[in-house]
């Protein structure tokens, strides 16, 4: 049984102006993720600057989150670390807080090898009992998790059950599914990238377009399932755009603009992350407005 089928949001994490987390805002951010059609809430993944939340404030926002949520969709949390000691006690954190799985980023800096890679994963699994997603996201980690690994894992461990593929290359996603033979459960990891990994048997996107256009990516997944392969399409080659839009600086900088000129404003960014240069910010609009979530 897959963790969720269709569009799970990777969430921002909104900051008062004293860098503080904001749980008001973020109450309201994931009633109306909800209310959209999300499918699933990730927290605390890369989009939601885990890198700059202390561990006590990371664990906070995941226990508010399955609070809030109350189990109205499957929450995921991110407790990926490139020390495998502080994963496992994330993730245990985590399984106490009550989420359905596990969102784990490979190890960025330290570069494993495979061995390493399928050793510092098992160790993780090994010490909860929800199901976990690894994800694989070479450009910001430095390391790629190899198809013959994600198989692997997917096989010898019991609640390994996917992977969020963020590497972008089309070829080694398709080599992992046919490796596959149907043990991965398989998302996208990249919002341009949704409908050709659907159609190599994926189970759905793992969004950072969905915070801004909830509706529209639930949609673009649950036409591809319904078999409404041109209306599902359509909505993707609509959205290029403005998923184009939304990488032009290191995310989570356009998303949080974007929530900002929704008149949902998220508030600031940790450091190092800094604003939105302004040249950025009008291609961001026009983006935007052409693709419908964003009103003159």
Do not use: W
Not at 196 to 220: F, K, Q, Y
Not at 261 to 273: F, I, N
């Amino acid at each position: 049984m897959a963790l969720f089928k269709g569009a799970g949001v990777a969430i921002v994490t909104p900051f008062q102006k004293d860098g503080s987390v904001d749980y008001k805002r973020f109450d309201q951010l994931l009633d109306y993720q909800i209310e959209n059609g999300t499918d699933a809430i990730i927290v605390c993944g890369t989009t939601g600057e885990s890198s700059t939340l202390s561990h006590e404030e990371h664990l906070d926002v995941i226990r508010h989150c399955v609070r809030q949520v109350n189990g109205r969709v499957p929450v995921i949390g991110g407790t990926g670390s490139n020390c495998t000691e502080t994963a496992v006690y994330l993730s245990g954190e985590a399984e106490k807080a009550g989420v359905d799985g596990l969102l784990v980023v490979s190890p960025y800096y330290n570069k494993a090898t495979q061995n390493g890679l399928f050793y510092h994963y098992k160790t993780i699994a090994d010490s909860v009992s929800i199901p976990m997603i690894l994800y694989n996201v070479p450009s910001r980690t430095g390391t790629n998790i190899a198809p013959a690994t994600v198989v692997r894992l997917c096989r010898e461990v019991e609640n390994i059950v996917g992977v969020k593929e963020a590497s972008g290359n089309i070829s080694q996603v398709a080599r992992l599914m046919a490796m596959a033979d149907g043990c991965v459960d398989l998302y996208s990891g990249n919002d341009d990238q949704v409908v050709p990994l659907l159609s190599m048997g994926g189970l759905g996107v793992i969004s950072v377009l969905s915070n801004i256009a909830p509706r529209e990516t639930h949609d673009m997944c649950a036409k591809y399932f319904a078999g409404d392969l041109e209306g599902s399409l359509k909505i993707q080659l609509d959205a290029i755009p403005l998923v184009d839009a939304l990488f032009c600086e290191v995310n989570p900088i356009p998303v949080k603009m974007a929530l900002k000129l929704q008149g949902r404003d998220e508030g600031v960014l940790r450091m190092p992350l800094s604003e939105m240069e302004p040249e950025h910010v009008e291609i961001l609009k026009k983006a935007m407005e052409a693709f419908g979530v964003l009103h003159k």
